[in-house]
């Protein structure tokens, strides 16, 4: 019996020693929790999934200072890479950046959350040619963020006179020294543009002769290169690159006789979006951080970083007027009207990629 009773004297102190190391626990770790943002838990972190060179940690930095958040940044080089990695199941992202046309394709999969206007007070701010764009007229999904256009490249030292069209892309004097973009929505609509026709034909006889124009060119083209073309012209590899404006713009500070002319045909417009995903589980940080990118004080710092236009027209009187006056980076306004927004040509995207691969294996 007192055996027993000791058993019991002993279960009882272990109980209650326990029980006190419990609460102890648990009062240093609701400690722990009330020097966090707002007392209510773990610090909020958003996901937030951008093109490689896009990210300024500096910028990244006070937006966490300012909303008591984390900030993880991952990154891709491509529309097609990011709607790939999507499809494919990554999960947890909460704000990325698609390009115009890609948005489209995101929003009709279903991957988009509907924006609130609300939360995006800057959103009055866009730029007239960006506040009913074609590829989402009311803002339903997406913000532009930055934008520009596609020309051509040269340096005025070797290329005379001045090009005005894209057939200086197919003379033989320049064989080797040109520099096409390693995108076949890009290069076929230089083309097709050339033919007078819209980069987003989906008529397959117009499409093969693109491509059989593409093929006669090939012999004369260095390389097809989207992501150092900038550094070819600046060190003289290449003297016509077809290009987005801001690399461009980037060579123009190494070599000051490069310059940039959209040909009197036309090319395209772009602008790179912001965007909340269905699966985001933190939309309003997620809207919070958009607004905070297209504040018209950070998007001029991001406009000079980069050499891409800003798109919200206030941001300009931040910005020096060296990279206003330069065409590569603000086109002039009467520009605006001879350029063409990429679209999603549907099922006819087959018929380019089999035509984009015969190019490229000639």
């Known amino acids: 019996m007192r055996r027993l009773m000791r058993i019991a004297r002993g279960l009882v102190r272990f109980l209650g020693f326990v029980t006190l190391s419990l609460l102890v626990w648990s009062g240093c770790d609701r400690g722990r929790e009330s020097h966090q943002p707002g007392g209510t838990g773990a610090m909020a972190t958003l996901h937030y999934f951008t093109w490689s060179d896009y990210v300024s940690p500096e910028l ?9 958040a984390r900030v993880v940044v991952d990154t891709f080089s491509s529309n097609e890479e990011l709607l790939a990695k999507l499809q494919g199941g990554a999960s947890g992202y909460d704000v990325t950046v698609p390009s115009d046309f890609m948005v489209s394709i995101m929003a009709a999969q279903g991957m988009l959350a509907e924006l609130d206007p609300a939360a995006l007070p800057n959103l009055k701010a866009l730029e007239p040619h960006l506040q009913h764009p074609a590829f989402d007229p ?40 040109i520099s096409m973009l390693n995108d ?7 083309v097709l543009r050339s033919m007078g026709q819209s980069m987003n034909t989906t008529d397959p006889t117009m499409i093969e002769a693109a491509k059989q124009k593409l093929i006669a060119q090939k012999p004369l083209v ?84 980069l050499l891409f236009a800003a798109s919200n027209r206030e941001a300009r009187a931040w910005i020096n007027k060296d990279i206003l006056d330069n065409p590569a980076v603000y086109p002039p306004a009467e520009l605006i ?3 063409e927004w990429m679209g999603d040509v549907g099922k006819a995207m087959r018929i380019y990629d089999r035509a984009w691969t015969e190019l490229k294996i000639q």
């Open 184 to 190: 076949q929505r890009e290069v076929f609509g230089a």
């Open 337 to 339: 009207s001879r350029m």
């Open 138 to 177: 009311t803002h339903r999904y997406a913000v532009p963020y930055l934008w520009g256009t596609v020309g051509i490249g040269y340096d005025s030292a070797v290329v005379t006179p001045t090009p005005d069209s894209w057939d200086i892309l197919w003379e033989n004097r320049y064989r080797g020294r």
């Open 60 to 68: 990244i930095h006070e937006f966490e200072q300012a909303h008591g």
């Open 222 to 305: 260095k390389t097809y290169a989207s992501d150092h073309y900038d550094q070819l012209l600046a060190s003289g590899d290449v003297v016509l690159a077809q290009g987005w404006g801001g690399p461009v713009a980037r060579a123009m500070r190494d070599r000051p006789s490069i310059r940039y002319v959209v040909p009197k045909e036309g090319g395209t417009i772009w602008a790179d979006c912001l965007v909340v995903l269905r699966s985001s589980p933190n939309k309003a940080l997620a809207m919070q951080f958009i607004n905070f990118l297209i504040d018209a004080r950070v998007a001029a710092r991001t406009s000079e970083r």
